[in-house]
């Protein structure tokens, strides 16, 4: 195992506690860890501010009773501090999302870029590229699939610059699968030209549900059509063979192909719905990301505590490739609970293809959230 347990994040200070047990992690989804950490900072605002409103300060910063509280200085001190207990409510960290970003060369451009990949697959994948350097000709952007290369691929789109910048370019891709993918960023300018190739995942996390609204003016549409199709198909029945000026003798033909096509509509209808069902389920139960469940155990060898981590999934081995984020295969995160008073960032070190293993630092002995920032697989549940 080589520099397995290398800390890219740093551990809150705190008096090392060791017990024979070791940490208890529970892991629960990035959102639940976003939620509890939320709600704390949440409290602690509301009794603070509760505080404050029971206080005023004179000029000389000494605590007075609660009379006066809207006059003077009191005011202006207490709506700042206000201002400062709502910035935790609201700030969010970076740690899940789902964007790339990139600072590299590409040749001999320097570039920052930020991928913004879709929520629904197939979808849009949003592409900002900032050149450095004068001369830029054109920037293209190329989706590529791990297993299908560049045969594979359709041709690169050409980015456009953003009106009212010099350098800044931007571009959409289609992602139609989802799993490990890349996009091939190709500048040419005076220096030449250069080509960079930035992994993306592309995970659908998402459903989009149609607006009530305009489901039903689509349904309202969708039988005015049929009725007029149903129309059609009686007048050509009743009156197509006529000659002019002839009125139609019956209409008991012109009924019938009006039932019999009405019945056949609404077996399509009823066909494409259920085909409908169909794929929506599959996208549900199959594509949608879901975490995947897997087994943690700590062991301790030479005094040193090691975190065995194996995703026992079946689905996981129909994953595609596992692909590195800012360098690392997986990235751990854990979070002592209830008070979130230590966090450790870890990388965990690939043994084959579902087993990671990391050297635990020097924790306090508890129960720990953990959660998951790796190739698809965000969060994990232990068993």
Sequence with gaps: MNEAGLMAGRVIPCAPRCSGTGPRLSVRPAAHAREHCQRTHKERAVFVLLSLLSTRYD????????????????????????????????????????NVFFEGMAGLYPVHVIIRPPEVIPGLADI????????????????????????????PDVATLVRGETNLY???????????????LEIKG????????????AVAMRVLNMDKALATVLGLLGVGLAILLLSVIGAAVRESVLAPGEKPAGKWGAR???????????????????????????????RLYQPMSAQAIVRLEKGQRILRLEITDPRFERAS???PDHGKLMHLFLVQEP????????????????TFEVRLPDLPAGQYQASFQHSGIRSLEFT
């Design 59 to 98: 000029r000389s910063g000494t605590t007075q009773s609660r009379s006066g509280f809207f006059t003077g200085r009191g005011l202006f001190r207490t709506l700042v501090s206000c201002l400062f207990l709502l910035l935790p409510v609201v700030a969010w960290a970076h740690v899940g999302s789902p």
């Design 170 to 184: 931007t571009a959409q891709l289609w992602f139609m699968e989802s799993g490990s993918q890349s996009v091939e």
């Design 321 to 323: 490739p596992l692909m």
């Design 190 to 201: 005076g220096s030449g030209t250069g080509r960079v190739l930035i992994p993306v995942d």
């Design 128 to 155: 900002s590229v900032r050149v450095e350097g004068r001369g830029i000709e054109q920037v293209t952007a190329l989706p590529i699939k791990w297993n299908a290369g560049r045969k594979g691929a359709p041709p």
């Design 256 to 286: 019938i192909a009006v039932g019999t096509s009405a019945t056949l509509l609404i077996l399509a209808i009823w066909g494409g719905k259920n085909w409908w069902d169909a794929e929506a389920s599959d996208y549900r139960n199959n």
């Design 339 to 354: 008070k979130l008073e230590t966090f450790a960032h870890l990388h965990p070190v690939k043994l084959d293809r579902k």
